[in-house]
């Protein structure tokens, strides 16, 4: 009986290095739930195979199984699911190599006699599963594209199972070489429970470190876009006020011109004064004022880089988005457009925002972009060369939409070479402003 809660400790132990392994190493398609069901299936699989008690028939199975479990939990092509299931699968085989070594010299006994003495037997379990659980750490470190991940001390992680281990094997070298109480026996037996516990806790402790701290240096670079942003506004606002001034003084200047009588003197007069209005912007079309402000900085972008930038926002103009989520909203999305504008032949980009039905507005930027734009899985990936922040942008863009109960969608036409992004967003999201 004892030996059966062994096995099937071992298979739970098996189950959760698979979890962490694959969860820490790839994008997930299904939810934790999802995954957690169909590895205790897997695994339980695993375990009948066990019971038939056939070495190769228990490794075919383990690399067949933990393959189909990658492919249909995550995001990965076939070929990657049995490379790293391969990698886990001889991972376990040398652990198990070095543990029957180890045990076999330090206890002068053929490894299959060991599974006549449940507390040796249960040793050895555990001392090949935790050094199986160490090199699927290293390999996480080795295949891993997340910097956080590959800056980890990994040395100081590693050395909590295998001290474990030779604290375990120390433990067991003394009963075995001396007599000892049952309480004592049974107080190792606890001792052991606990080492492996601390083993798990220790890893889920820095797995969920590293996404900690992934997230703050997400939210720290995201801020500092924020406030380069509004540091822009403030210039541009400035600049309005200017032109307000200049306004004024047209105003005073074509009051003059209105009481000339000479033609050549009104034409003199007038030139410098044609020449210095057509360096001014447009400001104030959509009556909301930060989408005035960023629809100005973008119109200088775009004419600075020669690109076409055209803008309708007459029947729309989203004013109840937030100043700051409509300004991560509005500039992730131009950012990105432009960004691909300048590496098209047909340089332009159009920003659109139109209300339907009274019942939902439609923000709609369309630009040209020559190569049809990276996915996976109906996710757009980026191009640029630093991925260590990768996907901030998209984020950013999904809690603004997210939060207002918008609906987001892109297209790409192969034959136009136009890439589309289009969200829609509820017209409920006016009433909860006004009543908030």
Known sequence: M???????LMYIFGAFVFLYYSGTLFEAKLSLSKRIALTIVGYAILYCVFLINSTILNFICFLFINTVLLWLSFSIKPLIAVLHSTIMSVSMIVAEYITIIIFTNIFHHNFNEFDKYMITYGLVIFFSKLLYFTLCIISIRIFSK??????????SIIIVPLSNCFIMLVFRYIIYKIEITSTIYYLWIAAVCLLVATSFFVFIIQNRTIRKT???????????????????FELVTTANEEM?????????QLTLINNMDDVEEIHHYIEPLLSEIGTVSKIGISKNPTLDLIINKYTMICNNKCISFSVDVKSSNLSYIQDNELTSLMCNLLDNAVEAVEKSAEKKISLRIVAKNQLQDILIISNSCDEAPKQKSGKLLTSKPDKQFHGIGSKSIMRVVKKYNGIYDWEYGDENKIFETTIIFPKQNIIDAQLS
């Open 214 to 232: 992934q997230e703050v240096a997400e939210l720290k670079i995201e801020n500092q876009k924020y406030e380069a942003e509004k540091k822009a």
């Open 146 to 155: 997340n910097e956080n991940i590959k800056n980890q001390n990994y040395l």
């Open 2 to 8: 004892s030996k059966i809660v062994i096995d099937i």
């Open 244 to 252: 307000r001034r200049i306004s004024h003084d047209y105003k005073n």
